[in-house]
């Protein structure tokens, strides 16, 4: 019966141990992805471009890319509603070396942003 808890406890410490490092392991990925927004909404916004589509001159764009090896971002697309808008944002993110966090080396992604 002893060894019977003392295996119970091991399995339940080495469950909550793989857990921890998986949360810990997405908890750096949030992260790093919202880095990544906030910088692409910093450099969205320097922009000098206006939307067209909305009535409150603001508008949603999806920015799907991918990380090279080097972590910066490359194949952007950007999707919208208002194309003008999408076409001038991808032609400037194609444009520009945007380093990001050494955790997404190798990932793809999106990015939703509204400006």
Same mark, same amino acid.
């Given at each position: 019966m &002893?060894?019977?808890k003392?295996?119970?406890?091991?399995?339940?410490?080495?469950?909550?141990s793989?857990i921890?490092? !998986?949360?810990?392991?997405n908890?750096?990925?949030? &992260?790093? !992805?919202?880095?990544?927004n906030?910088?692409?909404?910093a450099? /969205?916004?320097?922009m000098p471009v &206006?939307?067209?589509?909305?009535?409150?001159?603001?508008?949603?764009?999806?920015v799907?890319?991918?990380?090279?090896?080097?972590?910066?971002i490359?194949?952007?697309?950007?999707?919208?509603?208002d194309?003008?808008?999408?076409d001038?944002?991808?032609?400037?993110?194609?444009?520009e070396? /945007?380093k990001?966090?050494?955790?997404l080396?190798?990932?793809?992604?999106?990015?939703?942003?509204?400006i």
């Amino acid at each position: 019966m &002893k060894t019977l808890k003392l295996i119970t406890l091991a399995g339940i410490m080495v469950a909550t141990s793989l857990i921890r490092s !998986y949360a810990g392991d997405n908890d750096g990925l949030d &992260k790093a !992805y919202n880095q990544l927004n906030a910088q692409l909404k910093a450099l /969205i916004d320097k922009m000098p471009v &206006k939307t067209t589509a909305s009535i409150n001159n603001s508008a949603f764009l999806v920015v799907s890319f991918s990380v090279n090896k080097n972590s910066e971002i490359e194949n952007v697309r950007v999707e919208s509603s208002d194309d003008k808008l999408a076409d001038n944002v991808e032609k400037v993110l194609s444009k520009e070396k /945007i380093k990001v966090s050494p955790l997404l080396d190798g990932k793809c992604g999106q990015v939703a942003l509204e400006i």
